[in-house]
């Protein structure tokens, strides 16, 4: 039986995961003799390091995002140097011997990374010719951090045409190694939506991620006294948020729980005339599939703060500079065909660069690939 390794990080409900596990559901749907298994690395290594590194990260975001952001650029987005070929960091020989020992009592056939510290150790394997097994890297945003190992990795999906000329002029890797899928979604969102008829009042969806809303906040606190659109809030798994929302009682304003399940949510984005959230690669990217126009007020430091750069450079996000006055520009962009076809049409030609799915590049990868896998042990 052939068997796909899929390599998140941390346990936390991330972006990482929620990729992973769409591939996982595709395969097992599609494949039902190929084994799927999905491993948190770092909890491998060590739980407590786990819990300790997790708990460490989301506390440097909420209570220092300035700084946080500057290092995040400093040492994970910068232009590709020698880092990424020496192999004398003092933390990498623990985590090769931990990726070692786990592929050894695993022995996949096929290693999928969807995070960039995984395939960074991968990466340091494959240089030193110790791991045959071919690996695939999967962004989840809509750009590449430097810790993703490139040159020795097998295959790569990427988000879009520009990431891909990034991958060949920058880093020298073949051309048919690079796929771009555009960051992998469920097959639930992929479904075209019907026409949406206008409602009254406007429907909007206000989704902050799975740790909440933040500073979303001040723009549904100045919406309380309006009943100009009607929302439903993500409120994740906040429940100090959640209860507070309730607590007002309105019933133009209602909170919503964690939700799971991908049909409850397609059925959600359905129903909305837009929604507000941050610029996270998996909810935008189910979004741009939805054509539901896309508004940002808050986003968190690094990865966020990087990806709403290219989505407001290709005119796919409108950011909500002040909140107070969110509302009034949410109106007139709805109210305006003119820019809605333009949003429509900008959506149109970034999908038009996606040369397939995440699961048709995939489904092709695991039906060709050869059996029996006698390559599949580590070398010595």
Same mark, same amino acid.
């Given at each position: &039986?052939?068997?796909?390794?899929?390599?998140?990080?941390?346990?936390?409900?991330?972006?990482?995961?929620?990729?992973? *596990?769409?591939?996982?559901?595709?395969l097992?749907?599609?494949? /039902?003799?190929?084994?799927?298994?999905?491993?948190?690395?770092?909890?491998?290594?060590?739980?407590?390091? =786990?819990?300790? %590194?997790?708990?460490?990260?989301?506390r440097?975001?909420?209570?220092?995002?300035?700084?946080?952001?500057?290092?995040?650029?400093?040492? &994970?987005?910068?232009?590709?140097?020698?880092?990424?070929?020496?192999?004398?960091? !003092?933390?990498?020989?623990?985590?090769?011997?931990?990726?070692?020992?786990?592929?050894?009592? =695993?022995?996949?056939?096929?290693?999928?990374?969807?995070?960039?510290?995984?395939s960074?150790?991968?990466?340091?394997?494959?240089?030193?010719?110790?791991?045959a097994? /071919?690996?695939?890297? %999967?962004?989840?945003?809509?750009?590449?951090?430097?810790?993703?190992?490139?040159?020795?990795?097998?295959?790569?999906?990427?988000?879009?045409?520009?990431?891909?000329?990034?991958?060949?002029?920058?880093?020298g890797? *073949?051309?048919?190694?690079?796929? %771009?899928?555009?960051?992998?979604?469920? +097959?639930?969102?992929?479904?075209?939506?019907?026409?949406?008829?206008?409602?009254?009042?406007?429907?909007?969806?206000?989704?902050?991620? @799975?740790?909440?809303?933040?500073?979303?906040?001040?723009?549904?606190?100045?919406?309380? &006294?309006?009943?100009l659109?009607?929302?439903?809030?993500?409120?994740?798994?906040?429940?100090?948020?959640?209860?507070? #929302?309730?607590?007002?009682?309105? /019933?133009?304003?209602?909170p919503?729980?964690?939700?799971?399940?991908?049909?409850?949510? @397609?059925?959600?984005? +359905?129903?909305?005339?837009?929604?507000?959230?941050?610029?996270?690669?998996?909810?935008?990217?189910?979004?741009?599939?939805k054509? #539901?126009?896309?508004?940002?007020?808050?986003?968190?430091?690094?990865?966020?703060?990087?990806?709403?750069?290219?989505?407001?450079r290709?005119?796919?996000?409108?950011?909500?500079?002040?909140? @107070?006055?969110g509302?009034?520009?949410?109106?007139?962009?709805?109210?305006?065909?003119v820019?809605?076809?333009?949003?429509?049409?900008?959506?149109? +030609?970034?999908?038009?660069?996606?040369e397939?799915?995440?699961?048709?590049?995939?489904?092709?990868?695991?039906?060709? &690939? /050869?059996?029996?896998?006698?390559w599949?042990?580590?070398? !010595?």
């Amino acid at each position: &039986m052939m068997k796909v390794l899929f390599l998140p990080l941390f346990q936390m409900n991330t972006g990482h995961h929620k990729v992973a *596990d769409t591939l996982i559901d595709f395969l097992r749907r599609q494949f /039902p003799t190929v084994e799927s298994k999905k491993i948190d690395f770092l909890s491998y290594c060590n739980e407590l390091m =786990e819990k300790m %590194v997790s708990e460490a990260y989301l506390r440097w975001i909420r209570s220092h995002p300035a700084s946080y952001h500057r290092v995040y650029k400093t040492f &994970m987005y910068q232009e590709p140097t020698r880092l990424e070929f020496v192999s004398f960091e !003092p933390w990498l020989p623990y985590f090769e011997s931990k990726m070692k020992k786990m592929l050894e009592q =695993e022995q996949p056939d096929l290693i999928v990374c969807t995070h960039s510290f995984p395939s960074r150790i991968l990466q340091q394997l494959k240089r030193k010719r110790a791991l045959a097994v /071919p690996v695939v890297n %999967v962004y989840t945003d809509f750009f590449m951090n430097s810790i993703w190992g490139k040159r020795f990795i097998d295959y790569h999906f990427v988000p879009h045409q520009e990431a891909k000329w990034e991958l060949i002029t920058k880093h020298g890797i *073949d051309k048919e190694r690079i796929i %771009v899928t555009g960051i992998p979604v469920h +097959d639930t969102f992929m479904n075209m939506p019907e026409a949406r008829r206008r409602r009254r009042p406007t429907h909007v969806l206000v989704a902050g991620g @799975n740790q909440g809303l933040g500073n979303m906040m001040a723009f549904l606190r100045a919406a309380r &006294m309006s009943t100009l659109f009607r929302y439903s809030v993500l409120c994740g798994t906040n429940e100090q948020l959640y209860h507070e #929302i309730a607590s007002w009682q309105l /019933p133009h304003i209602r909170p919503l729980p964690y939700i799971a399940d991908p049909k409850e949510m @397609n059925r959600l984005y +359905d129903e909305a005339d837009a929604v507000i959230t941050k610029p996270g690669g998996v909810t935008i990217s189910e979004l741009l599939h939805k054509r #539901i126009p896309i508004f940002t007020i808050d986003c968190l430091p690094g990865q966020e703060r990087i990806n709403l750069q290219y989505l407001q450079r290709n005119g796919l996000i409108y950011h909500l500079s002040a909140p @107070n006055n969110g509302e009034r520009n949410i109106f007139r962009l709805l109210t305006d065909d003119v820019e809605k076809n333009r949003f429509f049409r900008r959506v149109s +030609d970034y999908f038009a660069g996606v040369e397939k799915t995440g699961q048709e590049a995939l489904a092709e990868m695991v039906a060709t &690939m /050869p059996r029996p896998m006698a390559w599949r042990v580590l070398r !010595p």
